[in-house]
């Protein structure tokens, strides 16, 4: 029974994620006490299983409305399902634990397609999302109850069904004489505000544009694959920001649209770096990559400035995702936001790399102990809603 595992002191469990930018398998081992605003965490370990080429292809084929097959999709959600569950087993083997020692699995699972904006179709307005990567799998191979698809129920209540780690940074962030700002920069860039002392229905999130994503694509693309991400931002420190075509960039209609606003690869995939690539042609590849990352830097400052800072006066921004790595994106945030402490979410014990994953584990945790895990401010759901389905394992 799940109550068994309900009434433990402390509750193992893995969190797993794949991003926008494809690249892996994030999955972290937390041990978990509590729940809600009692939730106390220690990241026992933490891995990122890297894709091959070809299934980090396949993933970003399955993606696109042009080439998505519903053949390669259905395979691909058994073929995650599996890699998942190698994830899992992986992780319990370098923290030096038993599977049957692990109490729950969070999985987020990977995302083929994202559609907030409501549509009518034979009169039924209509929004959805797809998330990968079997779940039934995942337990079948561990044994591990498994709690996954977390976005789908937050849809059904109106909301985008993202971004659903603001209600994680609540839980670990929220100060009571501090407002904060928690920023992950993922393949999508996304920001939690946590004014002083506020109550979870006050707290506002959304994203801001594209993290990683297109620096990622980019570099994919022009090492022929030998490359996935700018090591340490390098490049991007010795290139230069072409502003023709950074202005052009700015003018994404997603980045005008007020919160609660939430997107992917759909905006900031693979057509439109394409489209990037063709405006910028004769550009050196390093002024590219130097453009891109300032774009990034721009969205997230600009989000701040006309839609957080007006009503708030920020003491702090702790940042997480890769691109905490890249140092020019870090050190242009820092030039751009001088009023504001910079700190890094491993400042409070929580691995930057890890975080998402992190995530899953305490948003599965709250599914399992009943309790609601979005913020209706954060994704614009009419009301809060327990997420995720769960697949009971041979734990319960």
Same mark, same amino acid.
């Given at each position: 029974?799940?109550?068994? =595992?309900?009434?433990? $002191? %402390?509750?193992?469990? &893995?969190? #797993?994620?794949?991003?926008? *930018?494809?690249?892996? /398998?994030?999955?972290?081992? +937390?041990? +978990? *006490?509590?729940?809600?605003? !009692?939730?106390?965490?220690?990241?026992?370990?933490?891995?990122?299983?890297?894709? *091959?080429?070809? =299934?980090? %292809?396949? /993933? #970003?084929?399955?993606?696109?409305?042009?080439?998505?097959? &519903?053949?390669?999709?259905?395979?691909?959600?058994?073929?995650?399902?599996?890699?998942?569950?190698?994830? +899992?087993?992986? =992780?319990?083997? $370098?923290?030096?634990? %038993?599977? *049957?020692?692990?109490?729950? /699995?969070? !999985?987020?699972?990977?995302?083929?397609?994202?559609?907030? !904006?409501? %549509? $009518? =179709?034979s009169g039924v307005e209509v929004t959805s999302t797809l998330q990968i990567g079997e779940p039934s799998i995942i337990v079948e191979r561990t044994g591990i109850t498994t709690i996954a698809d977390f976005r789908p129920r937050d849809m059904a209540a109106g909301g985008q069904g993202a971004p659903l780690v603001s209600y994680v940074d609540y839980l670990l962030f929220s100060h009571p004489e501090k407002s904060r700002v928690a920023l992950n920069i993922g393949g999508i860039a996304n920001i939690t505000v946590l004014p002083a002392g506020s109550p979870a229905e006050e707290v506002l999130a959304m994203d801001t544009g594209p993290g990683n994503i297109l620096l990622d694509q980019l570099i994919y693309m022009i090492t022929g694959g030998k490359n996935r991400y700018d090591l340490d931002g390098k490049r991007a420190s010795r290139g230069k920001v072409d502003q023709r075509i950074l202005e052009r960039l700015l003018e994404h209609p997603f980045l005008q649209k007020p919160p609660p606003k939430s997107t992917g690869r759909e905006d900031f995939g693979e057509a439109y770096l394409h489209w990037i690539m063709e405006m910028g042609k004769g550009t050196e590849w390093d002024n590219l990559i130097t453009t891109l990352a300032e774009f990034t830097v721009r969205t997230i400052v600009n989000s701040l400035e006309m839609f957080v800072f007006p009503y708030h006066e920020i003491d702090e921004l702790i940042v997480s995702g890769g691109g905490v790595r890249n140092f020019y994106i870090w050190h242009r945030l820092e030039e751009s936001l001088p009023q504001q402490r910079m700190l890094i979410s491993d400042d409070f014990s929580i691995p930057s790399d890890a975080k998402e994953a992190v995530a899953f584990a305490i948003l599965a945790n709250e599914t399992l102990m009943g309790h609601e895990g979005n913020l209706p401010r954060a994704t614009g759901a009419r009301h809060r809603v327990i997420l995720g389905k769960i697949i009971p394992g041979k734990n319960i």
């Open positions: 029974m799940l109550q068994s =595992i309900c009434k433990k $002191k %402390e509750r193992l469990i &893995v969190g #797993l994620m794949s991003g926008s *930018s494809a690249d892996g /398998i994030d999955a972290a081992l +937390v041990k +978990v *006490s509590g729940s809600g605003k !009692s939730t106390s965490i220690q990241t026992i370990a933490h891995d990122t299983l890297r894709f *091959s080429g070809k =299934i980090r %292809e396949l /993933i #970003l084929k399955c993606s696109h409305p042009d080439t998505g097959r &519903v053949d390669d999709i259905c395979r691909l959600n058994s073929l995650l399902g599996e890699l998942f569950a190698q994830a +899992v087993i992986h =992780i319990a083997k $370098k923290a030096d634990y %038993e599977l *049957s020692q692990i109490d729950l /699995i969070g !999985s987020h699972g990977q995302t083929i397609h994202h559609l907030p !904006s409501p %549509e $009518k =179709i």
